[in-house]
């Protein structure tokens, strides 16, 4: 009798953390040298807010960009990725936090983004004290406002 009960805890188990996995999004943001609302040099969508282990594919609409996190913009322990220019990168985000990223070669013309995971902000703070180029903060504060606090 033991062992059938212990066969199928086993089971359930798998099973659920079969569609735990199932259950991560993949989330798309494209790389442009032109937004839909006019603004050039872009992620679109340049805020996301994602949950816990979704993945997002960074994909180079347009030549010469990349996606690559921006030091200090980052929870602490979670893992900075750094695209190659014009390829597609898929980056997992299994930290909670706030996450700022940039085109290099456009950072200085404001091609900066911000990803949500989950709930938690108290990156925030370390954040906004990121001093960054004049247009990128510009865009930063944008994004920063579309911050879902709870």
Request: proline share 6%; hydrophobic share 40%; net charge positive.
């Amino acid at each position: 009798m033991f062992k059938h009960l212990a066969i199928a805890a086993t089971v359930a188990f798998l099973a659920c953390g079969v569609s735990l996995t199932a259950q991560a999004a993949d989330h798309e943001v494209k790389m442009l040298n032109k937004g839909s609302d006019g603004q050039t040099h872009v992620f679109e969508p340049a805020f996301l807010k994602i949950a816990p282990n979704d993945t997002v594919t960074f994909t180079p609409v347009s030549k010469g960009h990349d996606s690559q996190s921006i030091d200090g913009m980052i929870p602490d322990g979670a893992q900075p990725w750094k695209g190659k220019i014009s390829q597609k990168i898929t980056v997992q985000f299994t930290k909670p936090g706030l996450y700022g990223y940039e085109c290099m070669p456009h950072y200085a013309l404001g091609m900066v983004g911000l990803i949500q995971v989950g709930d938690d902000t108290s990156n925030l703070q370390a954040i906004k004290d990121k001093r960054l180029p004049p247009r990128a903060e510009t865009r930063m504060q944008g994004l920063l406002k579309q911050v879902q606090a709870k």
